[in-house]
């Protein structure tokens, strides 16, 4: 029987906007669907998201699920308009594949403010949009997963409850108009329910309904209802497997030093002393470095520890200072990036009698150390490799993996496995790319490497290093003028790089969060410089966000405490966008702003807008004899809509402490070409001890549906900075603090 | 030698410096328990070692005295079951990968202090880290843990 399994139907504004420069066919032109060769022969799939046999209801995961609850939340969207019931069907990650592009990830790459909803705005994103369905990349990151699967799963799981219908009509006579679908199954006027696995045949030649009508928020019975997540009761007895459980018969453990120096090579070792140590059966080279295969992890470190390596010299400045020396060195016209924002007459006459405030403020390298260190498990043959990771970026992690072994993408087989914390870190491949090199050496053995902690330390490709250096004046009762020029290496080409896409053109990241600021201020500059020669830097929560918003907001506290001005009365006067607005005055509202606190308490706010979301964030410290304590924070932010609001509150939280942690005591420091950080003790973010009630209120007056994953860190360290400086005087312009102050 | 872990005893032959942790993970496939760190910073190889809570990472395998308490045993506790249930209905986990060893965490503060403070929760839990964030809820999920077993009690 023919399975109507190759037509994807388009959704989106991509396809609208087809026409506009890659031509309305090829754009159109859909990708097959993957699961047709996965599907058994008496099921049925009707889009790549969905598959029905006999045995039950199979819901696909394209992305990534690092803690932020993409297994749940795709099915959830999927199983609304299908009618399943919660433990009605079972989920699968997608195997990599082009018709799981983005749809949400190019939107925000174009040069347009968020909030900028003209025609010229909409059809760049459209065609940056296009161009990301014609590679078919396949990409979890930039908080898109929500954007990217609201209305695609839905219209998906709609088209596949009208077919499964019109199959029920087919297979009783009964007329569709008569046939209603709930808790997986198609109901008769009778009562007699025919569940979905028992109209899989029939489905599979029955002519697919395409035109379908989503369903109006009012008839939602999981879309912003809190359902509780799939993955949690697993997550909670410790049931639940990540890539670094995994188990095959007949599997080897492996572990990897390259060298301190990122992506210098190995001149030579001697691994006698590591081929003593017990239970290790080779010591073999990998690129840039050595690798250990043991019977268990810990004698494959053991063993990477003992080799003696002769390591080649940074490429890059060995020691801290210079990094920030190179910085310092940028702001200048051959190292312009691009010029964000200019509104007014920036460069026009001073007024001499304006207060004017000066400063630099520095972000440090950070490293993301998820709590699961890297590991690939791989085994390669003959005819090809399968891999076992959690990655974001799988096509290219099969891309680089096949490189590095002379092997065709086609010929690897790649399994997603649920991740162990990301933040970043799983959009890199070197950890992918030595697992297969040493499987390569070791055919028809499956190989689990994994890097102990230390070497992932030392390995990490951290958030950018940045500086910033800002100006402003005021006539007295408004900001007039406001210059921030950032200088940082350029995080995008940096990833681009690895990738094996060099990325020409500025570099959005360096600005990120602070160019598109909703400020009404007369003369406002926003210029980025890039700095290169520094070692290779990656994409950390929030990006380039988290360090740019920590320089304008705290800035913007020092203009605004010079000229005695409220600090979010001032933010929410200077605001011109209404629903940004809004959020600003949610934190008011919330953490009760103008209540006054007792001496030694303090409250700083302080606002960004990154991914599209409005983030207003209210810190509440107290100084303790035993040093800073923050009690309370209070968080608004916009989505436009919360699908989840359990998890949407849990993922603010997580990502409040993340932003508040790494701002208190995290860095990474060069010293001698190495990172000098190598374990959680150098590096620790937030203990629970220091962690402050965390008050949650998700907004929905935004006009289109984001994510929430990376939104709430960048307004975190700037508002607890303005809190300290409220309860002490303190003002700190550089992170980590706990250089500057202690922390209870 | 031989090592009683969740009520079974197995004969291993492995180093007797391999820690516990590698152990389990390694040649016994409990993978429940994690690894973070290998020098007892983050907590996520939190066992239980004659019903105390101990990083088993920390642990040589020629150096465990008693029965060993993994995560995938800890449920037939009623402690164990309470946390459990509590980290459920509390939606605790983001990503997951510390919550094998703050579940065993808690339950051994709970067990040790069935009615704890905030302050007693933090000092318990101090040495756990969660990457992810999880702490206010953490927080929540032990106060409602041992609010159930008082009610159970009662």
């Not at chain 1, 910033?468 to 290496?489: C, K, T």
């Not at chain 1, 607890?720 to 550089?734: D, P, S, V, Y």
């Not at chain 2, 391999?18 to 910073?41: E, F, H, I, Q, S």
């Amino acid at each position: 029987m023919s399975r109507l399994t190759r037509r994807i139907f388009l959704f989106g504004s991509a396809s609208i906007a087809g026409g506009v420069a890659f031509g309305a066919y090829k754009v159109a032109t859909p990708h097959p669907n993957p699961l047709v060769n996965a599907v058994r022969d008496d099921g049925v799939t009707f889009n790549p998201w969905i598959m029905i046999d006999p045995t039950g209801v199979t819901l696909i995961t394209a992305h990534t699920d690092v803690g932020q609850g993409v297994s749940s939340m795709e099915a959830l969207l999927l199983a609304e308009e299908l009618d399943l019931a919660q433990d009605g069907f079972e989920t699968r990650f997608a195997a990599p594949d082009a018709a799981y592009f983005n749809t949400a990830l190019a939107a925000e790459a174009v040069p347009f403010m968020p909030t900028d909803t003209s025609r010229t705005a909409e059809t760049m994103r459209a065609v940056a949009g296009a161009a990301v369905k014609l590679i078919g990349l396949q990409l979890t990151g930039g908080s898109s997963a929500v954007p990217d699967s609201f209305d695609k799963l839905r219209q998906a799981g709609a088209m596949a409850r009208e077919t499964l219908r019109a199959a029920a009509s087919n297979q009783t006579g009964v007329s569709v108009a008569d046939l209603r679908t709930e808790n997986g199954a198609v109901i008769l006027p009778d009562g007699t329910r025919i569940p979905y696995p028992d109209l899989a045949a029939t489905a599979a030649t029955t002519t697919p309904v395409n035109d379908v009508r989503l369903r109006d928020p009012s008839e939602w019975r999981l879309i912003g209802k809190p359902v509780p997540r799939r993955d949690i009761p697993a997550k909670s007895t410790g049931q639940q497997a990540y890539g670094i459980d995994l188990r095959l018969p007949g599997m080897r453990f492996a572990s990897v030093r390259l060298n301190p120096a990122k992506g210098g090579a190995l001149n030579g070792f001697d691994a006698t002393a590591a081929r003593g140590v017990n239970g290790v059966q080779s010591v073999v080279p990998v690129t840039g470095g050595i690798a250990a295969v043991a019977d268990t992890t810990w004698a494959a470190i053991q063993a990477v520890n003992a080799v003696d390596c002769d390591w080649a010299p940074a490429d890059y400045p060995p020691e801290q200072d210079a990094h920030w020396d190179a910085l310092s060195a940028s702001f200048t016209e051959d190292k312009l990036d691009k010029v964000w924002r200019e509104d007014g007459e920036v460069d026009g006459e001073w007024p001499h009698d304006a207060e004017v405030v000066e400063a630099e403020y520095r972000a440090p390298y950070v490293a993301h150390q998820p709590l699961e260190p890297l590991n690939a498990t791989a085994l390669v043959t003959e005819d090809g490799a399968e891999i076992w990771t959690a990655h974001q970026i799988p096509q290219f992690a099969v891309r680089l993996a096949a490189k590095a072994i002379g092997m065709e993408p086609d010929q690897i087989t790649f399994h997603q496995q649920f991740a162990g914390g990301s933040f970043g870190h799983r959009l890199e491949f070197e950890h992918v790319i030595r697992a297969v090199e040493i499987a390569n050496q070791m055919r028809g053995t499956p190989v689990q490497m994994t890097l102990s902690r230390e070497e992932d330390f030392t390995q990490d490709f951290p958030r950018q290093i940045s500086m910033g250096r800002m100006r402003a004046w005021s006539l007295g009762d408004r900001v007039d003028h406001l210059e921030i020029d950032i200088a940082s290496p350029s995080v995008t080409r940096s990833q681009m790089g690895r990738m094996g896409m060099p990325a020409a053109g500025p570099d959005l990241q360096i600005a990120a969060g602070v160019w598109n600021m909703p400020y009404d201020i007369g003369r406002l500059r926003v210029r980025g410089y890039e700095t290169r020669g520094l070692p290779p830097v990656s994409s950390w929560r929030s990006v380039g966000a988290s360090s740019a918003g920590f320089f304008a907001e705290g800035f913007m506290d020092e203009i605004l405490h010079v000229i005695a001005a409220d600090p979010i009365a001032a933010r929410i006067d200077m605001c011109k966008v209404d629903y940004h607005r809004k959020v600003l005055e949610a934190a008011a509202e919330m953490s009760d702003w103008t209540r006054p606190r007792p001496a030694g308490t303090g409250l700083g706010v302080a606002f960004v807008e990154s991914f599209g979301v409005p983030v207003a964030e209210v810190v509440e410290v107290t100084d303790t004899p035993d040093g800073i304590r923050i009690t309370n924070v209070w968080v608004a932010a916009d989505v436009g809509r919360v699908v989840d609001p359990v998890n949407f509150e849990n993922i603010v939280q997580g990502g409040v402490i993340w932003g508040l942690g790494h701002a208190m005591n995290s860095q990474i420091t060069y010293a001698g070409g190495a990172a000098e950080q190598v374990n959680f003790w150098d590096a620790e973010g937030m203990r629970i001890h220091q962690a402050p009630e965390i008050h949650v209120r998700g907004l929905e007056n935004a006009p289109k549906i984001r994510g929430i994953g990376e939104p709430p860190v960048p307004p975190a360290a700037p508002a607890l900075a303005n809190a300290i400086f409220a309860a002490t005087g303190q003002r700190l312009r550089e992170m980590p603090f706990d250089k500057f102050v202690t922390f209870a | 030698m031989d090592l009683q872990i969740n009520g079974q005893t197995h004969s291993v032959d492995v180093p007797e410096d391999m820690p516990l942790l590698w152990v389990l993970r390694d040649v016994l496939n409990l993978t429940g328990t994690k690894y973070g760190c290998g020098v007892a910073a983050c907590g996520a190889c939190t066992v239980w070692i004659d019903g105390i809570a101990t990083r088993s990472c920390q642990v040589p395998a020629a150096y465990v005295t008693g029965p060993v308490t993994t995560i995938e045993a800890l449920g037939q506790t009623p402690v164990g079951a309470a946390v459990q249930a509590a980290w459920i209905d509390k939606q605790v986990a983001q990503c997951g990968y510390c919550q094998s060893g703050q579940i065993m965490q808690a339950a051994d503060l709970l067990t040790a202090n069935p009615t704890p403070t905030d302050q007693d929760i933090d000092d318990a839990m101090g040495g756990n880290l969660c990457r992810c964030g999880t702490y206010v809820r953490i927080r929540a999920a032990i106060h409602a843990a041992a609010k159930a077993l008082s009610e159970d009690k009662g």
